[in-house]
């Protein structure tokens, strides 16, 4: 080799390594910025001092049964409490990580380190997906603003915000752990057949693994991926196709068949457990599970009408639902043209809708995070067909993206603020509660939403103080909702008329609660039942979970 030929190879491989390091500095920044931008909304988080009334309670409560139950193999919702679920996933194991390590429950500095690392898995995820998707004949800072303004967009969206802050919901572990997972499991792939040592695809195929299976177990949504794998599958084998990495059908590769078949087990096997709770008749939001196909066809239209409907006010934002309608339109444009990157586009519109008509199947409500696996690949869709627009329009398409994400942000934020005072209160709740010496005096509950009277026995219970005197020297008190409450069968409100006259006298007040005081019970009966039945009824006894 001349002198010349060998100083322009060194100068090449320089200049691609300072690429490169370029690259890595521009994603890494715009990772970066994202995070900074959901860790800002969350921030009101920080401010909460103890477990939630909702969801914190059981998930404690649950964990370490259900995590027993699993590492013996012998997962049995019913038995941990989450009848007509299959969550191991989450009831099991993240549950498991975020109340019983780094100090938790007494502190809650170890589960909102997890939940800061929920947070990075789905931004982290969200923007390799486009990364990952969109071709590289598109310059590298037009993939990057794209990539970055979907998991931007999301945690901008008002509702959302507070599902990124609550350490109940596990659709960011859902979305995150299975993208996350199989985009490290199509890395190994292709090391593997372009004839890599194992060295280089040992560890993305065994993390990838983990991180799918991690994923999928998290919730039953997990079974829509059955209807993206046949469009991942095409557009992997066009791509490689191009790439001259295989030269016949992707599906006649052994090494695929081999990480094919290990993908779809676990979601073959979510599918089995999703069909034995239909089988049990009810789903788990209370709905009947619809039988023969008309039964079948009349759920599944009316509810995703319903869903989709609903998809507005439930997110406090037009776009996911506008973007969801732009989806169809994009993926009817795709199926004409067919080329690969087109394949991945329609199985992202296909699913996303196929999210929201599982959740029409299961009878759920229209609750925000429910919508958080179809808004993310609506968005991925769409950012996959805007990267391959033309110049100026991708231009304007980022500067509205950064307006939403300006102008949203501002909205999740607050509405995090809120909810975070909420949550104050309610642990002010439990606090006072504790103080009242519930173990030795008459505490009673009434006119409450069903989690807040099941979750106020464990939160007291998990004070570890208690009170050394009872309310005015004896008086029995009464934790109650203000005003009307939809579930207040729940709890037995013959309990308002058991005090002697002048009744049930205020002793706290706050937002959504109040604290009531009786000198003396009234004897006999009330309405037909006796007040000693009552009261036994919705006595609030520290450490029973539920009743």
């Known amino acids: ?90 009831v099991a194991v993240w549950n498991g990580l975020v109340w019983h390590t780094l100090g938790a429950p007494g502190s809650l500095v170890g589960p909102n380190v997890w939940n800061t690392l929920r947070i990075l898995l789905y931004v982290g995820c969200a923007m390799a997906l486009l990364l990952a998707s969109v071709p590289r004949s598109v310059r590298l800072r037009t993939r990057v603003a794209f990539a970055a303004g979907l998991p931007a967009l999301v945690l901008a969206t008002p509702a959302f915000g507070q599902d990124f802050a609550r350490f109940g919901p596990v659709e960011p572990l859902l979305v995150g752990g299975m993208t996350g997972g199989v985009l490290l499991l199509v890395l190994a792939a292709e090391r593997w057949f372009a004839g890599a040592p194992w060295r280089r695809i040992t560890p993305p195929l065994a993390a990838g693994y983990v991180l799918w299976v991690f994923g999928v177990y998290q919730k039953e949504t997990s079974v829509c991926f059955l209807v993206a794998a046949p469009f991942l599958y095409l557009f992997l084998d066009r791509r490689w196709r191009a790439t001259g990495l295989i030269r016949r059908p992707l599906l006649a590769y052994r090494r695929f068949q081999a990480v094919a078949v290990a993908v779809l087990l676990p979601v073959v096997h979510m599918a089995t457990e999703v069909g034995r709770v239909a089988a049990a008749g009810t789903t788990a939001y209370h709905q009947h599970v619809p039988r023969g196909a008309g039964g079948i066809v009349g759920r599944l239209v009316l509810g995703t009408a319903t869903q989709w409907a609903a998809m507005t006010v439930a997110l406090g934002s037009p776009l996911w639902a506008l973007l969801s309608l732009v989806g169809v339109v994009l993926a009817v444009r795709a199926l004409r043209r067919r080329e690969a990157l087109d394949w991945l586009l329609v199985g992202f519109v296909l699913t996303g809708w196929s999210a929201l008509a599982f959740q029409a199947l299961s009878g759920a409500e229209a609750v925000s995070r429910y919508y958080l696996p179809s808004a993310t690949l609506f968005g991925a869709a769409t950012g996959l067909a805007l990267a391959r627009s033309g110049p100026r329009l991708r231009r304007v398409d980022l500067v509205a993206v950064s307006m939403l994400v300006l102008l949203g942000g501002f909205g999740s934020y607050w509405n995090v603020r809120a909810w975070a005072a909420n949550e104050r209160e309610g642990n002010a709740l439990v606090d006072r509660v504790a103080v009242l010496n519930p173990q030795r005096c008459p505490v009673y509950m009434g006119r409450l939403q069903m989690e807040v009277a099941r979750a106020t026995p464990v939160l007291v219970a998990l004070e ?18 203000r005003g009307p409450v939809a579930d207040s069968s729940y709890m037995d409100d013959r309990i308002f008329s058991a005090c002697r006259r002048p009744g049930w006298t205020a002793i706290g007040l706050t937002r959504h609660y109040r604290l009531l005081a009786c000198r003396r019970l009234i004897p006999g009966t009330i309405r037909g039942e006796p007040v000693q039945a009552v009261l036994a009824r919705d006595r609030l006894v520290p450490s029973r979970p539920g009743y």
Not at 464 to 481: I, K
Request: glycine content about 10%; overall charge positive; proline content about 5%.
């Open 464 to 481: 570890g103080r208690s009170g050394r005197q009872c309310a005015a020297g004896g008086d029995a008190v009464l934790v109650a909702g």
């Open 1 to 90: 080799m001349s002198v010349d030929a060998s100083l322009w190879t060194s100068r090449e491989w320089s200049l691609r390594a300072a690429r490169s390091r370029a690259h890595a500095a521009t994603t890494a920044a715009a990772f970066v910025a994202v995070s900074g931008l959901a860790m800002l909304i969350v921030s009101p988080r920080f401010t909460i001092g103890d477990l939630s009334l909702v969801d914190d309670w059981s998930a404690y409560a649950r964990s370490p049964r259900a995590l027993g139950q699993l590492v013996r193999l012998s997962y049995d919702p019913a038995a941990v409490g989450d009848p007509h679920r299959y969550r191991p996933g989450s």
